[in-house]
């Protein structure tokens, strides 16, 4: 049976040549017992009508986001629910970089922000557009947020060059999207709970107590569990990160509010990696309204937060629990203590002297559990992500095993 049977395959097209490839696309999909829906951008429907494609799809194509009658029952919202997998073929320059910067001025774009299904490019362009080092930053970058990319080829194009920017023939994109599907990834099946960024503590209503961390090693974690075929589900406090492709985000704000949400969601999951740096202590009071200036000095008094890795962990014994350490000092000696004082099965500990990790782009890892240890060398923190995720894995694997 084929492996894209009953999928629900949204496929977009945007506005280049190879639009007229993407009829036989559809054909080959619901061939293949996929269940297509066509998004058509402005400009594709310069290439080829919305007709062929409601022909070939037995669907009506979706072309418009302020439709009055979808609007009424939010239909750009369902058709991004009802996708399992969103591939753009053609996909654009264009509509590449508005996917990096997380526009969504059409239904297309908007789709692709509104929807955890995975994503999928096929890009088709000049050659020398996709060389350009603007086309490959924003490739870089979708890549590292979970986007597959498929493609281009090489060859002549309309335009008369020859080199990279053909878009993949239906064929060649039908196979990669039957392989994707065909061969179960490593964590298809796992439901990951990950917290991530800081959170802040209100002293009053404009000020308040936080950390240096970015959260973007939680989201490079995030971004290769999905990637690994994870449901994944991130409760994030306040960061400026785009959310990862494939990945359901809860936003919160404060330590307590990260409790709340971690407790609701950590019952329907099986592994909770902790990246999050979450306060320690919190003021006793938070003032109605702004403290003004009184005196030298000002005295908070503060008080302990809830320690959210221990009391998960403590509360749901059926999940794998995976906490982070950031410590400028006698780095593996605190990780050990953590392991066995909050009762987890992994730490995963990094130094932070001398401004090492935060907010950057690096990080290096000193992973320790019961048995044994993995040291991590510094690296970029996307593929530090993809190398920790597969020792969790391991070892998760491991766990499962024994129990």
Known sequence: MSALRGKHILLGISGGIAAYKSAELTRLLTQAGAEVSVCMTAGAQAFITPLTLQALSTNPVQTTLLNPEAEAGMGHIELARWADHILIAPATADLIAKLTAGLADDLLSTLCLASTAPLSLAPAMNQQMWQHPATQANINTLT???????????????????GPGRMQEPAALLQQLQHYYQHPLPLSGTRILITAGPTREAIDPVRFLTN????????????????????????????????????????????????????????????????????????????????????????????????????????????????????????????????????????????????????????????????????????????????????????????????
């Open 212 to 403: 240096r961390s970015s959260g973007k090693m939680g989201y490079a974690i995030a971004a290769a569990a999905a990637a690994m075929g994870a449901t994944v589900t991130l409760i994030s406090g306040p960061v400026a990160l785009a959310q990862p492709i494939g990945v359901t985000r809860i936003s919160v704000e404060s330590a307590a509010d990260m409790l709340v949400a971690t407790r609701e969601q950590a019952a329907n999951h099986t592994i909770l990696i902790a990246t999050a740096a979450v306060a320690d202590y919190t003021p006793a009071q938070t003032a109605t309204q702004k403290i003004k200036k009184s005196g030298e000095k000002l005295n908070i008094a503060l008080e302990r937060t809830v320690d959210i890795l221990a009391t998960i962990t403590r509360e749901q014994k059926q999940l794998f629990s995976v906490g982070f350490a950031a410590e400028t000092q006698n780095l593996l000696a605190y990780a050990k203590g953590k392991l066995a004082r909050k009762g987890v099965h992994m730490i995963a500990a990094n130094s932070v002297a001398d401004g090492k990790a935060f907010d950057r782009d690096s990080n290096a890892l000193e992973v320790v559990w019961q048995e044994g240890s993995q040291s991590f060398p510094e690296m970029d923190k996307h593929q530090l992500a993809k190398e920790l995720m597969q020792l969790i894995q391991q070892r998760y694997q491991h766990w499962t095993q024994s129990q």
């Open 144 to 162: 590292q947020r979970g986007t597959l990319i498929w493609g281009p080829a090489q060859g002549a194009q309309a335009c008369g060059d020859v």
